[in-house]
């Protein structure tokens, strides 16, 4: 099997280019819709690096839209009826993004990242270590590294912009930023989500240690899930079969592009680094293996 081409920045010209984030090219195409086009990008420590994952981008999109209709009984999501070949009737500009394009309902994006952490990990490691809190959530004494929690607890950050860093929020500051009733709303929606596909991973074989959710309301306030979901990218996944309390599981997401960063003399700002065509490989088969043991079977 011929590894996939990647894609590192799209070119729709039937579209009007809205926008380039770290990893997704969104491009307008009416006064409800826009197309949303997951390229093969990677973002490490709010950078991104010069190289692309081949594939990356349509497992992404493949696992997104798994959980998005997993998970709708929860909380509707972005994704419009529109098809793909309705909004790009070229089919040589179609093939450019097919399998890693979505049509979604243009909606009010919040200004928070909703992170669920389930294991102390990470930045969370990092914190407790110092304070005994993860974000200014007191926990329990003598917990060790990669150990689930007792409880998932919910842990907002801001949106920073592209090669700027989150910034990790009290419940409060979020209040602040959205009110209080979409705030609790978004709190409540993100813990249900992640404790439900927690469960279901786990017996597909993955923890997912941490994930991050992103939402918006439409013109009558209603929250929506958007962006992606519970991706490799938006999420730490471990394979279960060789999980371990106090040391840093190995991992199906881009974990291992990080911990290779962490070797180089770079102070993570931008430009980012160059991959090694074999580090970029190894990361490209664990995002392919962790969409198989989700989606298949």
């Known amino acids: 099997m011929n590894a996939p081409k990647a894609l590192y920045e799209s ?23 826009m197309l949303i086009v997951t390229t093969d990008r990677l973002s490490a420590f709010d950078v991104i690096l010069p190289d692309p994952i081949p594939g990356k981008g349509r497992v992404l999109t493949q696992v997104s839209n798994f959980w998005f209709a ?9 994704l419009a009826a529109t098809t793909l070949e309705q909004v790009l009737p070229d089919p040589v500009e179609r093939a450019q993004v097919e399998g890693r394009a979505i049509v979604v309902k243009k909606l009010r994006p919040l200004p928070v990242e909703a992170i669920v952490r389930g294991y102390l990990i990470g930045s969370g490691w990092k914190d407790y270590q110092a304070s005994g809190a993860v974000c200014g959530i007191p926990l329990p004494a003598g917990l060790q590294q990669a150990q689930q929690l007792p409880e998932p607890i ?26 209080q009733d979409i705030a609790g709303q978004v709190r409540d929606a993100s813990l249900r989500l992640y404790k439900e596909a927690a ?22 306030g209603v929250l929506y899930l958007i962006d992606e ?57 664990k995002y392919r293996e962790a969409e198989v043991s989700l989606t298949q079977g």
């Open 11 to 33: 070119s729709l010209s039937s579209l009007k280019l809205l926008a380039r984030g770290k990893v997704r090219d969104i491009y307008d195409i009416d006064e409800q819709t």
């Open 70 to 78: 997993k998970l709708q009984h929860i909380i509707p999501n972005h």
């Open 154 to 179: 919910y842990t907002p950050s801001t949106k920073a912009g592209v090669d700027q860093h989150d910034e990790n929020i009290p419940f409060a500051k979020s209040v602040e930023l959205m009110g």
């Open 199 to 220: 469960d279901y991973a786990k017996g597909r074989g993955i923890i997912i240690a941490d994930t991050k959710f992103e939402f918006g309301v439409d013109k009558d």
């Open 229 to 285: 979901a519970l991706t490799p990218d938006s999420s730490r996944f471990w394979p279960a079969d060789q999980y371990q309390v106090g040391i840093s599981p190995p991992s199906f997401d881009k974990q291992y592009v990080r911990d290779y960063l962490e070797t180089l003399d770079w102070d993570k700002t931008a430009p980012g680094p160059s991959l090694p065509a074999e580090v970029a490989e190894f990361c490209a088969a």
